[in-house]
């Protein structure tokens, strides 16, 4: 068992480091929350006063941020954790970032010895809190081997998807579909119960024809077709739609650097981007589906 220090203890973050102490890793955390860490506390991890505190003995440093200048802040600011993490040690990324600046703190945390991969996740909160999170990892192949046996503690699914920065395309890829498959689904749920369909049974059939998809299969948008997803709990939880508009601002910046056609990615986009401006970032992003409602 390793030593770990968690950064970021949040919806996601926080279940993560639950797993690593349920499989016996000694886990050092840090929030900027107390009660986030009071909870991992609790379950025995332990903390420090300050974040460099919580990585002077670490073997593997595990952030979860919210967006690429929380990450570039954290290890190379005014005495970021560059300067506190010993010398080959392995800092594995989670967050979901830009592939600038996954390269820029890989490469400054190299010329320490530091090891660094980045590995943004899928699955959700259920994935992160049932341990079957899908790992998107972008590094060399010996730090992948050296993190995997500490992402199957969190993961089910670990995939080396290439050199720094790799993880983060193969996240914003996925999440742009998946983007357009909830939206696409909203749209046809919508046309069948405008036109006197049951959602239910609307959904089944899609479900057994060729629309079959993720979004009927495990997260259906349509509130009462399926228990235990945010639909039926008025979108709460689950993943919220201003992260998915991130994640799609995201997609469309490595686009541009690509010069790749993405229509569809664009669209959902500003569907996203629509929907969170009217007061829903907080809701889960399945709740698309209320911009297709006909207004009563």
């Known amino acids: 068992m390793a030593n770990v220090a968690f950064i970021g203890l949040g919806n ?12 016996g890793h000694k886990v050092a955390v840090f929030d900027l929350f107390p009660q986030a860490v009071a909870t991992l506390v609790a379950e025995g991890a332990t903390t420090a006063d300050t974040v460099a505190g919580t990585v002077t003995d670490a073997e593997f440093i595990v952030s979860m941020l919210p967006a690429g200048k929380h990450v570039e802040g954290l290890f190379l600011g005014d005495d970021g954790l560059i300067n506190h993490i010993k010398a080959g040690a392995l800092v594995i990324d989670s967050s979901t970032i830009d592939k600038t600046t996954v390269v820029k703190v890989a490469t400054a945390l190299s010329d320490k010895g530091i090891n660094f991969i980045d590995a943004p996740v899928s699955g959700g909160v ?17 730090d992948f081997n050296t993190a995997k046996p500490v992402l199957d503690n969190m993961g089910k699914n670990i995939f080396h998807a290439g050199d720094h920065g790799a993880g983060q395309v193969a996240k914003v890829c996925n999440n742009m579909l998946l983007a357009i498959l909830m939206s696409g689904t909203s749209e046809a749920l919508q046309l069948g119960m405008d036109n006197g369909l049951d959602p239910k049974v609307l959904s089944e059939i899609m479900l057994q024809s060729s629309g079959r998809n ?11 077709v399926m ?19 991130k994640d799609l601002g995201l997609a469309m910046d490595t686009a541009v650097q690509s010069q790749s056609a993405t229509p569809m990615g664009t669209l959902a986009r500003s569907l996203f981007a629509l929907h969170a401006g009217k007061g829903n970032g907080a809701k889960d992003f399945s709740s698309i589906i209320k911009m297709f409602e006909k207004a009563k």
């Open 12 to 23: 996601m973050g926080g279940p993560m480091a639950s797993n690593l102490l349920k499989a």
């Open 126 to 142: 259920g994935g992160a809190q049932a341990g079957t999170l899908s790992f998107m990892v972008g590094g060399s192949a010996s």
């Open 214 to 224: 993720w979004t009927l299969e495990v997260y259906n948008p349509c509130p009462g």
């Open 227 to 245: 228990e235990n997803v945010p639909s039926s709990n008025d979108y709460n939880g689950g993943f919220m739609t201003d992260l998915m508009a």
